[in-house]
């Protein structure tokens, strides 16, 4: 028991270390960090514990470790795994009601954002995702790919890493179920022009209208998936906890 509760020690002092250099400047987003018998002198602790403290940070998202190639300091926008948010709805009951009002809130709000602080390469990358949509409308794994990276875009657009993080993690649990019923939708056409429809009140810079628009993409598409989920064979139930019901869209 003893030994256990100095490892978990040294596993936290790892992680108090390498957080400590990353607020310190010393590790920057994609950095290399050195290999874990250097660590482990540096640290003074043993090559388990840098290991436990690498595992730790690798599933907070702040490390990434690459098999030959090292531990690196994660690149890129801050990303939050949707796997801890599909935990807790299930230990907690939350409803699919209750996380689409989530992603409602904080898409809306962030498409607002992006009418305001879109670059011109903003509007680039989201109007080709829009172009892609329309040209894919005969291959639905290919119009939910270009749906996902217009999406990420106009969090990109909105300028505040928090927010893109968090749209992320709670837009990737409906990502995970529209790919299993996506071949049954019916409305792409509708849904592409939706998309069109956002991305011309972001270009025009006008943040009502982009909010709205993305309110009445995702409130009818919401409705969609629930008439999908009804296609797909053996498909689920409506309500109750997000895990047992029909899965988010």
Request: glycine content about 8%; charged content about 25%.
């Amino acid at each position: 028991m003893e030994i256990a509760r100095k490892r978990v020690a040294a596993t936290d002092l790892v992680v108090a270390k390498i957080r400590a250099a990353i607020e310190g400047g010393e590790l920057k987003s994609g950095d290399r960090l050195e290999p874990e018998r250097e660590l482990a002198a540096r640290y003074g602790v043993s090559r388990p514990s840098i290991r436990s403290g690498l595992k730790t940070l690798a599933g907070m998202g702040v490390v990434q470790i690459r098999r030959g190639a090292g531990t690196f300091i994660t690149a890129g926008p801050p990303a939050l795994g949707s796997g801890q948010l599909d935990f807790l709805a299930a230990l907690h009951g939350i409803t699919r009601k209750q996380l689409f009002e989530s992603r409602l809130t904080l898409e809306v709000s962030v498409a607002g954002f992006a009418a305001e602080r879109a670059t011109a390469d903003h509007l680039v990358t989201i109007g080709d995702e829009t172009v892609a949509m329309f040209a894919s409308l005969d291959d639905a794994d290919a119009f939910l790919s270009h749906d996902i990276r217009f999406h990420r875009a106009i969090a990109a657009a909105a300028g505040n890493p928090a927010l893109s993080a968090m749209v992320e993690m709670v837009s990737s649990m409906f990502q995970q179920v529209r790919q299993r019923t996506i071949r049954w939708a019916s409305d792409l056409h509708v849904a592409a022009a939706e998309h069109r429809a956002i991305y011309q009140a972001i270009r025009a810079h006008d943040p009502e209208r982009a909010r709205s628009a993305m309110a009445t993409h995702l409130r009818r598409a919401e409705h969609a998936q629930t008439i999908e989920d009804d296609r797909v064979p053996g498909g689920g139930t409506h309500e109750g906890a997000a895990g047992d019901e029909s899965s988010p869209s």
